[in-house]
């Protein structure tokens, strides 16, 4: 997967989950959860089915590295490099 | 023989639109079946049927609004002969359906224009241009206004406040968590409502209601679950008889019925059976929440953002995860002595989270 399928899968689930928000809403810097009004159930709901697409699972430890659409991205990338 | 009529799902619903019939008639009805959607201010719910039989007639059609306790079918028993009389069919209000979807963006009841036979589309835009400029609240809007006056004008409410060490039950359930899939993960919130339950069966006065003038204590406890709503509003459906359910099963409930809530599915005992509320579970939420009571329902607990504070214990300080439970109980039901056990033992069993497996 390049880098950029991997931002729009994350970009693709976010709007599944919630159908309200527009892709111009989702700020590559900002926090995903407090920008976005995302609570923990739809954010675990968004790493589940991210890792159905990608094949990576982000342990709760790593909730840190992944709060952003520009950090998520470069998660998975690294991941899948390894 | 029996009616099935329109149910209220709720002390302040007047009236819902049956939107289809799930069942036809001659179908064979169990116990708990879901007959038919219905769409109440509160977005469309599922009901079920409490008796086994066989649907004998359908007597409302779909896309009409009834009020609470209208005939909407007759369910016989299995060994009972089809009925040949004729049922009254129930009133209903007359509308063409441009009216009916207008007077639902306006927020307009049909009811206060019915009075000269079948509503219009017209009618309702003459109204329009004489009502005053004030946005229409929606249905939910006006549903929270009905139940939370009655409950400011009616209930004593008292509130209780303790601050929760929160850092060994999440220790414990990082653990936890780090040991399963991605899929079978339990947040905190589920965590957090399993220790109500464990707590109000120790301290079961604040699980009922009050009514008919007296305290009703209820043995199932089924918690309402305050969800917001991405489209703004909030509902707080019923987890049923979460007593029974252990840590995985209420993740399992909670996870199901937060889908549900959002994409409009709820059936009308998770409407109706609420027998105390929690809010405020949200990580995005406030440090602290005083609940206003949802009558006839005795008690709201309130949980507060779990925070990194300065915590002392001994001579030492040190940071831990706080997190402030509130708790606004009836007056006439319960004293603050009884509010003060609860939150106390809620206290109690986060220190030993083991014991909520």
Redesign the interface.
Known sequence: MTQEQIRQAIIDQILEIAPDIEQGDIIPDKNIQRSLEIDSFDFLKILTALNEIIGVEVPEKDYAKVDTLEHMTEYFREKLLK | MSEFVMPSLGADMESAILMEWLVKVGDHVTKGQVIAEVETSKGVIEIEVFEEGIVDKLLVKEETECAVGTPLAIIRGSDEAAVTQVIEKAERIKASPAARKKAKEMGVELSSLAASGKVHLAQLETFASKAPKIIAPNGMRQAIAKAMSRSNAEIPHYYLSTSINMTPALNWL?AL??TR???Q?I???ALLIRAVVLALKEVPELNGFWQDGGPQISEQINPGIAI?L??GGLITPALINTNELSLDETMHS??DL?SRTRAGKLRNTEMTQQTITITNL???GVESVYGVIYPPQVAIVGLGRIMDAPWAQGDSLSVRKIMQATLAGDHRATDGRTGALFLDKLNQILQDPQELL
Request: aromatic share 0%; no cysteine.
């Open positions: 990082e968590n780090a899939t991605i899929a993960r947040l905190p919130a917001a991405r489209k909670l996870g937060i949200g990580d995005l």
